[in-house]
């Protein structure tokens, strides 16, 4: 159940609602906009009495939520949700973020040579993963929290944000001090205890879509992170594995405006996993921005031919620093702009 409050609505009238509304027996999640004050009644609400609420003071509209999903749906923040970092970029406003980095921490000389690189090219975050949940036990499986502590190092040099991914609970804690966004990865998308878990952080999550998994089942998944409290999340397209084999996955564009439309939440785009091709990458990536994408996350290597992981959808950074001027075009045509923490930065 929703309960939009008018615009002038007191904290008063406001305490009033929510406490008949735990009195119904529901859990109250509040999100305060630009204009008014949104309360979702998250629980068994067949027995309240909408029209009881209606006749509130200070109550502008209500109406039960018909979706599985209730606090990721448009309804809980009509206005979209904006997720704010400590540097001052945003995802989910006017601003594109780009993500960009190895698949793999591999060595300090690497992640510090790839922080740079990305930054002069025009990232915000820098992308690297500690722990990688590899198909096969013999794969390398990344470098843990020393990784971690080089790629905090190499990101704080070149004043990046740092994103990496979380495969489980006993990760969290010693993550994060090193980490500004956690990263769950397709695998762990209905990994409903780590999503349980990261709801009690108070760090911005970056949710990926499982391989399989539909839109519904996405956002039902980010229910999990919301409902314990965590409402900084941001949904990711990866692609979905169908029929198709020419490609890794297949990268489903269609799911950005989808998600735009039916959920409150910022959503980037990942072409790297999309396609797994590394000359399809650019394409995907302008095609992300063009149908509405938050955000670009890209695999970018200095030498991706010698790569641990992930190597043949890894851009080199020429051809990354070339795609960002491409994606500044596309976001122009569309009234937006890429993100800069120098910027983003001056202007707080």
Request: net charge neutral.
């Amino acid at each position: 159940m929703i309960v939009a409050m008018q615009e002038h609505a007191n904290e008063e009238q406001i305490d009033a609602v929510i406490e008949r509304m735990i009195e119904g027996g529901v859990n109250v999640h509040r999100t305060t906009g630009t204009t008014q004050t949104i309360l979702a009644g998250v629980g068994p609400t067949s027995a309240l009495d909408i029209d009881e609420f209606k006749l509130m003071s200070g109550v502008l509209s209500v109406h039960r939520i018909s979706s599985p999903y209730k606090l990721a749906g448009r309804a809980f923040r009509p206005e979209g949700t904006i997720v704010e970092f400590n540097n001052g970029v945003r995802i989910g406003g006017d601003e594109i973020a780009i993500m960009a980095g190895p698949c793999s921490i591999e060595s300090r000389e690497q992640i510090f040579l790839t922080a740079k690189q990305v930054k002069e090219a025009g990232a915000s975050f820098l992308r690297g993963g500690a722990f990688k949940p590899r198909s096969s036990p013999y794969a390398f499986q990344g470098m843990g929290i020393p990784g971690l502590k080089l790629m905090r190092e190499a990101a704080d040099s070149q004043g990046l944000l740092a994103i990496s991914e979380v495969m489980e609970i006993s990760q969290i804690e010693p993550m994060l001090p090193y980490v500004d966004c956690f990263q769950v990865g397709a695998r762990n998308m209905q990994n409903f205890n780590l999503l349980r878990e990261l709801g009690k952080v108070r760090k911005p999550i970056l949710l990926k879509r499982g391989m399989s998994a539909t839109i519904e089942e996405l956002l039902l998944s980010s229910e999990y992170i919301l409902a314990g409290g965590n409402y900084d999340v941001i949904l990711c397209e990866r692609g979905i594995r169908t029929y198709e084999t020419y490609t890794r996955n297949t990268m489903d564009i269609s799911a950005i405006p989808v998600v735009k439309a039916l959920s409150h939440l910022p959503i980037v785009g990942d072409p790297s996993h999309g396609t797994g091709r590394r000359d399809m990458v650019p394409a995907m990536a302008k095609a992300s921005v063009a149908a509405g994408a938050d955000g670009i996350i890209v695999e970018v290597h200095p030498n991706p031919d010698k790569a641990a992981s992930d190597g043949a959808q890894t851009l080199f950074p020429e051809r990354f620093a070339k795609l960002v001027e491409e994606l500044r075009l596309i976001a122009t045509a569309v009234g937006r702009s890429i993100a800069s923490p120098v910027a983003a930065a001056a202007a707080k």
